[in-house]
Structure formats: structure tokens, C-alpha cells
């Protein structure tokens, strides 16, 4: 097919910025990742699959990998679960629905580093009059180092509420759009046949009707968890670096690659490329499943 | 064909891409010299520096202001060509071994031993110099007098005594002690390992690598683990705020916080070294001082060296101007820091005393990343989690002794 002037006018630009500033870099990664890369973009010493080797070997890099697979089985069911019920209730209601619709939304449009300052200095900061702590105070509790304390650990309250209450919306809406794409006609079929209002609806008409929004859903939550980054940084790095726990993949990798003191491109590309490939094989496989 | 109008599209696509990527400051090629500063956040120190830059007669120098990121912006820039000419950094051995610096030596000429000699240290790798020293910061422990009389408690001069002395502070709404939100297990590692004689690298082995580290190590969990420790504080153990309001009888900060300290409290506050662990341990406090350094790709090193030697060497009246007059830092030649009228009374000429006596780097040069997480790992585990302490630092000694192997075979 030809295409015309304007396809490209409009596309063209946008193509060009993809191939500059992500497939390049990605090609260029992949290079990085078979070579020497202390402090150069441009290295010369080949070392096969050392790289790869080392990171495979790398407690650090195995413990985050481990660490964010149990987090994302948490928290994509959790996000999804909660996601689907706040969209089966704004769905419901008659009254001022696009109002509930926006308020739940609202969170998305903050920033993650925004979002994760008021998280750590006003709602979850250690001492006595952080708004959790003056709460426990009411009951006569001690104030709790929300984002320091690592038994019991409390900081994965702190990171969970906050990516629930950052994501929850965004995903809702996506829930709400396949919901209404569901046809009225299949659940009045459904009453005249005898089908109750609540349960076996939602079992047996919407359920499978919101298979394929479930899977997107299902996908694109997986690849954020993995992705975790922002708000992690922002809880809980400080300027002495990252604590041992509850350290991303992508924040191990940040610091490998680009930590002060020696910037190791190729270690730090070599643990993309796995993340990279362990994301789409969670992905294919996940996809496989549940579209059986 | 290409029409007209395509490769006018064309051409803008490029020029928006050219505009994105070489915003580097360049005041145009073979003109001005291009200097880097980190964003200082004392206010003055930009014009300051600019009005040395101006005043340097034999060539144009554009200083470049550089607030956020400061590191990673500086290490991405000297990969490419687009980096500055002369910075200011702190000294890794990477940059070394990548060839990024120019060896310094020869700029220093007699000056060489008025330079505080572990500050130098700090700015030497492989037996050669790769920075001039600008400045000198220092941390240390600041405490609250007023609070150790109502108490009864002496000035801690051991570790021991200074967990007791946290303990027996924490009363009320006050917490003995204040040395990082994440337990002090992130500044406090290396005063620990000082207190007990030992170091993170000694004459390229690993300098904890010793029984006595996890004793000095599980110190510091028996402090977290005292209830004595304010954590999750709204600001971080840099800024003094926890001290000044109140919240602590100590704070483990640095003396860039002295003059806000002052103003807050008066008189009443005194400060002191890390404390040491035994007989065989020492008091400490660690330092690091920037340093002008000039970029290995630049075109015009020779220049750039002239300039460097210019400003951070001969013109001591410059130097004196940028420690003192704005923030609160120790120059880092001998003979500045001690005419010096701000640093001779209180708390700064306490801190003279201490930089001169018991300084320690802070990050000396071959302690690398890799290095730095290994052992804030191991260290963060058994203070927090109240992990092994001998289990975990052998764990960590061992990946530094890799890295050491691969820094000096």
C-alpha cells in the first residue's frame, strides 16, 4: 500500500523519535551488554556472555528479581480485584456517575514523585505528628517508623497504598469501558431466563464478557509491577542509596548502570535484557493461560 | 523525487532532534572555556563563581550552574564530547581507569604541602593528583548541652557510652538520637569501622575483612534496636531540623549545618567526633572536599589547566572567599584554615581540630559503587533486620575483594 503525503507528515516525526530515541538505544543496550562497559558507551573489550553470566550469579540482582515476582503476584490480583469492583459500582450508580468516574481517575494525573513525597513526609513520616502516627496516637499507640521499620515491614504499606491509589483509577476507567460495551440485551435475556441480579450475572454474562479488557488489564499491570521504579525511589532511597529490601530490578540496574562511582553499561544492560525477557515470557505465558 | 515540502519536514524533524540533544552550554567552539558547578545551596556562591570566571583575563570562561542530578548529568556528559571543560567532583577511580581526567600533578608546584594531606589523598589515585581540592565538608555529632545537664550525661567519648548516653536522653518526646532515617546504618558505617582501627579499603585489600568489624558493625544494630533513635524524620540527617526543633538531644549531621544551628540554639549545642570502640580504635570524622578537575576530551587542556591553577591555587583570596563567605566549609589549605576568623572559635574550630587530627574520606577513591552496596547492604541487613553481622560482612568483604582484584590484579 501507498502511503499518502499526509501519513507521513503525521506519522514521521513520531517514527523517527521511536527509532532515535528507543529502538537505537535498545539495539545499543543489547551491544553494551556483550562487552567491558565501565564508564564508556563505546567499549572495545568483547566478553561474550560474561555479563549475562555475572548477573545470573548476582545475589542482589537474583533477590530483586525474586522479590518483585512475589510482589507482583500480590499486587496484580489486588489492582485487579479492587479495579473491577470500584468499576462494577460507578457503573451501577445512576446518580452523578461521571463525577465518581472523575474522582477515582483524578489520582492518575499525579506525578509518582509528587504522589510519593506526600506519602513519605506528611502521611507516613516517622515521627509523633505524621498524619498515621497522630491517628495511632488517638489510640494511644507509639508512633511507628513507617518507612524505616523492617519487622514487621512496614513500608509495603506505605509503597502498596500508594500504587493503589495512583493506578486504581486508570485501570477502572479501562474496566468501565468494557463494560459498557457489554450488550443490555444479554442480560435482560439473562433476568427473563431467571438469572438473579448479582451473582450469577456477574459469573456468567459479565465476567466473560470483560475477558479480553481482563487480559489487557492483567498484562499491563504485570509489566508496571515489574517496572516498579518511581515510587520506590522516592520512599525509600536516600542519598545514601537504596536499602537491601524491597529494591526493584530497575533500581539495582539504575545503580549498576548509571551509580556514582563507576558506571557498568554492560552489567547494567546485560540485567535489562533479562528483565526484558523474563517480562515477555511471564507475559506470553500469562496470555497463553487465560485466553485458553 | 523529494519534493520540496518533504524534505522540509524533513529537515525540521532534525533540527527539533538537534535541538533536544546539545543544549550543553557551549558558548561556541574554540572561544570560551566551559566550568561546571553543582547547584550549592547557599545563596551567593553563583555569583561568586561567576565573578571569578569574569575576572580571569586570558580566556573567556562560561561557568555553567548545574542544579538537580549533579553526578549522573557530569558522568553521562563525559562520555560524549559535549562535556565542560573544568568541573568540580569528588574522585572515583572509574573515571581513572576510563582515561576521563587529567592528571593534576604539575599544577600544585610548592603549594603541594599546604594542602591538608588525607584531603589531597582523597583527589589522588594511582599515585597521581586528578583534582584541586575546593572545599571541605565535613560530618560530625552534634549535641544538645542543655539536654546532657538535665540528664546527667557526659559527652560520650566511646560507643558504649554513646548508646548509653542515647538511651538515658530518650525521654518523652525526645529521642537520643538522630543519624539518618534509615536507622544510621547508611553514614554511620564507616565511623563504625573506624572506631574499632579497621577501613573500608586499606593499600588495595579489603580493610574490614576482621572479627573485631562485626562487633563494631553490631553496635550500631544494638543502637537501632535501643528505641534511643528518632526515625523517619520529615528531613533527612543533612539538614539539622530534628536537632533544632527539639526532637533529639544529638544529631549526627555535618558543618554545613552549624550556622543554622546557631541561630536556632545559641550556645547551646557542642559537637564531637564518632566516638571510638576500644583501646585499639580511634575517634573520627569523615570528609570530602570537591575538587576542579579537567576533562580528558577537552580540546583545550592546557588552557584549562592554566585556568585551574589560577583560580583554585594563586588566587588564595578567591579561595578563602568561596569557603567562608557564603556557607560554612573548611578551606582546604592549611595556611587558610587557620587564619580564618570564623574557624577559630565554637563549633568550626572544633571541626578544624577534628578534620586535622582524625579525618577520615568519606568515599575515597577506590571505593567503588559495586563496593559501597556490598557493604551498605550487609550493614543495613544487620542493623535493621538484625541479621548476622559476621556472616554478613564476610559476604560483603568477599565481593569487594573481587573488585579489588579486578581494580589492582
Redesign the interface.
Known amino acids: 500500500m501507498k502511503h499518502s503525503?499526509a501519513f507521513?507528515?503525521f506519522v514521521?516525526?513520531f517514527a523517527?523519535?521511536l527509532l532515535?530515541f528507543v529502538y537505537v538505544p535498545i539495539g545499543w543496550s543489547l551491544l553494551l551488554s556483550f562487552f567491558d562497559a565501565?564508564?564508556?558507551?563505546t567499549p572495545t573489550e568483547f566478553v561474550g556472555l560474561g555479563n549475562y553470566a555475572d548477573m545470573l550469579t548476582d545475589?542482589?540482582f537474583l533477590q530483586s528479581l525474586g522479590t518483585f515476582s512475589v510482589f507482583a503476584a500480590f499486587i496484580v490480583p489486588l489492582t485487579f480485584v479492587l479495579a473491577l469492583a470500584l468499576a462494577l459500582l460507578v457503573n451501577q450508580i445512576s446518580f452523578m456517575q461521571a463525577f465518581f468516574r472523575s474522582v477515582f481517575f483524578l489520582p492518575t494525573a499525579c506525578s509518582y514523585v509528587v504522589a510519593s513525597l506526600v506519602w513519605k513526609?506528611s502521611i507516613?513520616?516517622?515521627?509523633?505528628f505524621?498524619l498515621a502516627n497522630t491517628v495511632l496516637g488517638w489510640f494511644g499507640a507509639e508512633p511507628v517508623?513507617?518507612?524505616?521499620?523492617?519487622?514487621p515491614p512496614w513500608y509495603w504499606l506505605v509503597l502498596v497504598t500508594l500504587r493503589l491509589w495512583l493506578q486504581l483509577g486508570f485501570y477502572m476507567i479501562l474496566f468501565i469501558a468494557g463494560l459498557q460495551r457489554i450488550p443490555q440485551h444479554l442480560y435482560e435475556a439473562a433476568w427473563i431466563d431467571g438469572a438473579s441480579r448479582g451473582w450469577q450475572t456477574l459469573r456468567y454474562i459479565t465476567l466473560p464478557q470483560l475477558r479480553t479488557t481482563s487480559v489487557a488489564v492483567l498484562l499491563l499491570l504485570l509489566v508496571a509491577a515489574y517496572q516498579a521504579f518511581d515510587e520506590f525511589y522516592n520512599v525509600l532511597g536516600?542519598?545514601?542509596?537504596y536499602?537491601?529490601?524491597a529494591r526493584p530490578p530497575l533500581i539495582y540496574l539504575y545503580?549498576?548502570a548509571?551509580?556514582?562511582?563507576?558506571?557498568?553499561f554492560g552489567h547494567g544492560s546485560a540485567g535489562a535484557m533479562i528483565l526484558t525477557l523474563l517480562i515477555a515470557g511471564v507475559t506470553l505465558v500469562q496470555g497463553k493461560v487465560i485466553t485458553r | 523525487m523529494i519534493?520540496r515540502?518533504?524534505l522540509l519536514?524533513?529537515g525540521a524533524?532534525t533540527m527539533?532532534?538537534a535541538a533536544c540533544g546539545s543544549n550543553t552550554g557551549r558558548g561556541g567552539d574554540g572561544q570560551a572555556l566551559r566550568q561546571w558547578y553543582h547547584a550549592y545551596g547557599e545563596p551567593g556562591v553563583q555569583q561568586a563563581v561567576e565573578r571569578y570566571a569574569k575576572a580571569y583575563g586570558k580566556v573567556p570562561v562560561d561557568v555553567q550552574w548545574n542544579p538537580g542530578d549533579y553526578?549522573?548529568k557530569l558522568?553521562?556528559s563525559?562520555?560524549s564530547d559535549g562535556g565542560p571543560d573544568v568541573f568540580e567532583s569528588t574522585l572515583?577511580i572509574?573515571?581513572v581507569?576510563?582515561g576521563?581526567l587529567v592528571p593534576l600533578d604539575d599544577v600544585f608546584g610548592d603549594a603541594k604541602s599546604d594542602f591538608t594531606a588525607s584531603i589531597l589523598a582523597g583527589h589522588t589515585a594511582d599515585g597521581k593528583i586528578y583534582g584541586v581540592p575546593q572545599a571541605v565538608d565535613m560530618q560530625m555529632l552534634f549535641y544538645r548541652k542543655s539536654f546532657f545537664a538535665q540528664a546527667g550525661v557526659q559527652p560520650p567519648s566511646t560507643v558504649d557510652e554513646l548508646i548509653d548516653a542515647a538511651r538515658r536522653l530518650t525521654t518523652g518526646?525526645v529521642k537520643g538520637l538522630f543519624a539518618?532515617?534509615?536507622?544510621g546504618g547508611?553514614?554511620l558505617g564507616g565511623p563504625a569501622l573506624w572506631s574499632a582501627g579497621l577501613d573500608y579499603v586499606r593499600d588495595h585489600q579489603v580493610g574490614f575483612d576482621d572479627p573485631v568489624a562485626a562487633q563494631a558493625i553490631g553496635k550500631l544494630r544494638e543502637l537501632y534496636s535501643s528505641g534511643a533513635l528518632?526515625?523517619?524524620?520529615?528531613k533527612?540527617w543533612?539538614e539539622p531540623d530534628a536537632f533544632t526543633q527539639g526532637?533529639v538531644a544529638m544529631q549526627w549531621t555535618g558543618l554545613w549545618a552549624v550556622p543554622a544551628v546557631q541561630k536556632a540554639l545559641g550556645d547551646d549545642f557542642g559537637v564531637l567526633p564518632f566516638p571510638k570502640l576500644n583501646a585499639g580504635g580511634k575517634t573520627s570524622v569523615p570528609v570530602g572536599a570537591f575538587g576542579a578537575m579537567i576533562n580528558a576530551k577537552s580540546k583545550r587542556i592546557d588552557e584549562a589547566k592554566e585556568f585551574v591553577k589560577w583560580l583554585w591555587i594563586e588566587r588564595t583570596d578567591y579561595q578563602e572567599d568561596f569557603n567562608l563567605s557564603y556557607g560554612f566549609h573548611i578551606p582546604p589549605r592549611k595556611s587558610l584554615a587557620e587564619k580564618a576568623t570564623k574557624l577559630t572559635s565554637g563549633a568550626g574550630a572544633e571541626a578544624v581540630k577534628f578534620v586535622r587530627d582524625n579525618a577520615k574520606a568519606s568515599?575515597p577513591p577506590d571505593?567503588?559503587?559495586?563496593m559501597?552496596?556490598a557493604f551498605?547492604?550487609a550493614v543495613?541487613?544487620v542493623v535493621?533486620?538484625?541479621a548476622k553481622a559476621d556472616d554478613e560482612l564476610k559476604?560483603a568483604a568477599a565481593k569487594v575483594k573481587d573488585e579489588l582484584k579486578r581494580l589492582y590484579g
Open positions: 503525503r507521513w507528515l514521521g516525526p523517527v523519535g532515535v565501565r564508564n564508556t558507551v545475589g542482589p513526609l507516613f513520616n516517622g515521627v509523633r505524621g517508623a513507617w518507612t524505616v521499620s523492617t519487622s536516600t542519598d545514601r542509596g536499602p537491601p529490601f545503580y549498576t548509571l551509580g556514582s562511582g563507576g558506571q557498568d | 519534493s515540502r518533504r519536514s524533513a524533524a527539533l532532534l553526578d549522573s558522568a553521562t563525559l562520555l572515583q572509574s573515571s581507569r576510563a576521563q518526646g539518618g532515617n534509615d536507622g547508611g553514614v528518632l526515625l523517619g524524620a520529615v533527612d543533612a526532637l568515599n571505593w567503588t559503587s559495586v559501597r552496596t551498605n547492604d543495613s541487613r535493621r533486620d538484625g559476604a
